[in-house]
């Protein structure tokens, strides 16, 4: 029983890691699935099996090599002289992935709430700094919590998209785009988007359970649970005319089909879009801490007035212009990590 608890812990990490302000809010999945319609429910199959593969393999090779950060990870999968520059671009991504949550954390703020984006940023940047005192315990504390609540909430979603009218219009809604090259490059570029920076944090989070087994389990559940979720979102989303068009599209078909859960759901929307800022703080601290020999808080800090930088640019386009960027740039890592043997 305590590898299973400790397999789900490992999952609600992985899961909260790679939801954050795109997943969470339905933007990114209409960024790379929605907007193929029901070609996009096969990018999503192609992506689940990716990330049940691809992130167990990550964190059962990170306990063999002992390796403490991604950096370690890098030069094992690359060598070191080519993992100066992955981890130079890692960085880089952690960064602006960072400023999208933030960002992301405003339009919700701004968008929903009516409220000024200076009261998201300062809320959002308070807690996280509270959770990351708290370490590891703090980081699962709250993935443990907001994870199951999302899952629960999408599946909830989706049952109310089913009962529509139109629901079988909707989902086998056609596309130009349909069925082309495009589908399986969103596919592949957004697995290894997500699981470059997922590593950030699956990397010392599996050395420090140093449990195969549970790691293995962890990233099995893990998978499952993000197909599930991106699934439910997508067959959602179909169902919200010009889709293309909002910010936060999941907040929109909410209000307009269970209006009587839209705040809870939007303190939902929040707690994702946290869950992926600070595993991609403790991330970046982890690597920064082994180059300056000070406290993590004023690691954290520093990071903190970098992204918020960065997060002044408006978060949609932030969101369509980094991403697929960093997505495509991302599959040397995808292609190096699925031919890289894990010791039996």
């Avoid at 990170?62 to 080519?82: T, V």
Wanted: proline share 2%; charged share 15%.
């Amino acid at each position: 029983m305590k590898k299973w608890t400790g397999a789900f812990q490992v999952a609600a990490v992985y899961v909260g890691t790679v939801i954050g302000a795109g997943f969470a809010t339905g933007k990114e999945i209409v960024e790379f699935f929605s907007q193929y319609g029901i070609a996009g429910f096969i990018g999503i199959l192609l992506v689940g099996y990716l990330f049940i593969f691809l992130g167990s393999k990550i964190m059962t090779i990170s306990i063999e090599i002992r390796a403490k950060s991604y950096e370690e990870f890098n030069e094992y999968l690359f060598g070191k002289k080519l993992a100066k520059i992955m981890n130079i671009f890692t960085m880089l991504m952690l960064i602006g992935v960072c400023a999208v949550m933030l960002s992301g954390a405003e339009a919700l703020f701004v968008e929903q709430l009516h409220l000024s984006k200076s009261i998201g940023s300062i809320i959002t940047i308070t807690l996280a700094l509270l959770v990351m005192a708290m370490g590891v315990r703090g980081i699962f504390a709250v993935n443990t919590f907001v994870v199951p609540m999302l899952i629960i909430f999408n599946i909830t979603l989706l049952i109310v998209t089913l009962t529509n009218d139109y629901f079988i219009q909707n989902f086998w809604l056609t596309s130009d785009k349909q069925f082309s090259w495009r589908v399986i490059m969103s596919a592949f570029s957004y697995s290894a988007f997500n699981l470059t920076l997922a590593q950030a944090v699956l990397v010392p989070i599996a050395t420090e359970v140093n449990d195969k087994e549970i790691v293995k389990r962890g990233g099995i559940l893990g998978g499952i649970f993000l197909t599930v979720i991106l699934a439910a979102s997508h067959v959602t989303l179909l169902s919200l005319p010009e889709l293309m068009i909002f910010e936060i599209p999941m907040a929109v078909i909410v209000k307009s089909t269970i209006s009587s859960i839209y705040v809870v759901y939007l303190f939902i929307i929040y707690g994702e879009i946290f869950t992926s800022l600070i595993g991609n703080l403790y991330g970046l601290e982890k690597q920064i801490k082994k180059y300056i020999s000070v406290k993590s808080v004023f690691i954290y800090l520093g990071i903190i007035m970098i992204v918020y930088g960065i997060s002044r640019v408006e978060y949609g386009k932030l969101l369509s212009l980094l991403y697929p960027a960093f997505g495509y740039i991302s599959l040397i890592f995808l292609v190096l990590l699925w031919l890289k043997p894990v010791k039996k």
